[in-house]
């Protein structure tokens, strides 16, 4: 199975902030990877999919980069919307795994 | 508009059953792969399993496998999960999923329904 490693796994940040999430694969997925947002008492929310490629409806401040093993979910500049728990997903292969998590918190 | 409704979740004790049923509407529902996701509590997202549009194949995690079945039933747009020998560790939010048009990840996603294995 591909594990899939996050870090950090929280990080504090201010309003306005730009903000770096980093998704590891323990093995090359290409550009299967997808992210998700989620936050306590609401279905998780889709972001980013193909790596790079974000969802209609999503804010653009949202980016995605990276390929094979390494990639990066990038928050341009933090809203007050934003803070919830952010997950990285692959699907290059069965089964499908997640990241564990990163939680961004208000400094 | 997609929507997609969970319904089956409960408490029950470990080794017993319970199925999960997931109502769709406002797509196409053969058309597309479908799976479960759960959150345990205070945990992260675990994928658990999916099912592809026509029912023909089916994927599971690890800590699922022989024990939980997936199927779909599209004449009435519902998709299941049949949980046998259920464990304490399989106590969560379990979430139904929609695939996007492309394949591999998740654009819709149910509120979820709350399974708890208990004694």
């Known amino acids: ?12 940040a201010s309003v306005g902030d730009r903000v770096t ?9 290409s550009n299967w990877l997808a992210w998700y947002q989620k936050k306590p008492e609401t279905a998780p929310k889709f972001l980013i999919y193909a790596a790079s490629s974000l969802q209609s409806g999503v804010p ?3 980016s995605g980069s990276g390929s094979g093993t390494d990639f990066t979910l990038t928050i341009s500049c933090l809203q007050p919307e934003d803070f919830a728990t952010y997950y990285c997903q692959q699907y290059n292969s069965y089964p499908r795994t997640f990241g564990g998590g990163t939680k961004v918190e208000i400094k | 508009e997609v929507q997609l409704l969970e319904s089956g ?7 017993g059953s319970l199925r999960l049923s997931c109502a769709a509407s406002g797509f196409t ?3 597309y792969t479908m799976g479960w996701v759960r959150q345990a509590p205070g945990k992260g997202l675990e994928w658990v399993s999916v099912i592809t549009g026509s029912g023909g194949s089916s994927y599971y995690a690890d800590y699922v496998k022989g024990r939980f ?3 779909r039933d599209n004449s009435k747009n519902t998709l299941y999960l049949q949980m046998n020998s259920l464990r304490v560790e399989d ?3 379990y979430y139904c999923a929609k695939d996007t048009p ?13 399974v708890t294995v208990s004694s």
Do not use: E, H, K
């Open chain 1, 1 to 12: 199975d591909i594990q899939m490693t996050q870090s950090p796994s929280s990080l504090s």
């Open chain 1, 21 to 29: 999430i980093t998704c590891r694969a323990s093995q090359g997925i």
């Open chain 1, 60 to 62: 653009s401040r949202f």
């Open chain 2, 9 to 15: 979740g409960g408490l029950v004790q470990p080794g």
């Open chain 2, 29 to 31: 529902f053969s058309s």
């Open chain 2, 69 to 71: 079945t997936i199927s």
């Open chain 2, 91 to 93: 106590t969560a939010l």
């Open chain 2, 102 to 114: 492309q394949g591999g990840s998740s654009d819709y996603w149910g509120q979820g329904t709350l």
